[in-house]
């Protein structure tokens, strides 16, 4: 995963504008949903349209106004032990699990 971009994101639908990542498996596509730690709110989620490189465009959940894209290379990740922590700060805007 790279290239994330995230519009929408305010101090008030995020944790001092740092967001956290999770990632799941559905029969071979790739989920993903961004969510704030400190209220424990999903606020976008989407998911791939099957194998291969590809943008995975997210989407807001439950009003949050909270958008994005991020660019999958097409190697499935499932639940990581440690969230991917997505910061505002334009030096750190992209985030890759380990």
């Known amino acids: 995963m790279s290239g994330w971009t995230l519009i929408g994101v305010t101090r008030y639908n995020s944790n001092s504008c740092s967001l956290m990542a999770r990632f799941s498996l559905s029969g071979g596509i790739q989920n993903i949903t961004v969510y704030n730690d400190l209220t424990a709110i999903d606020v976008a989620s989407g ?15 439950g009003g949050s106004g909270i958008s994005g894209v991020v660019y999958w290379d097409g190697n499935l990740i499932g639940p ?8 505002c700060l334009e030096s750190s805007s992209s985030s890759s699990p380990p």
């Open 80 to 87: 990581l032990a440690m969230p991917v922590v997505l910061d």
């Open 47 to 61: 998911n791939s349209a099957g194998g291969g490189a590809q943008p995975i465009y997210l989407y807001a959940i």
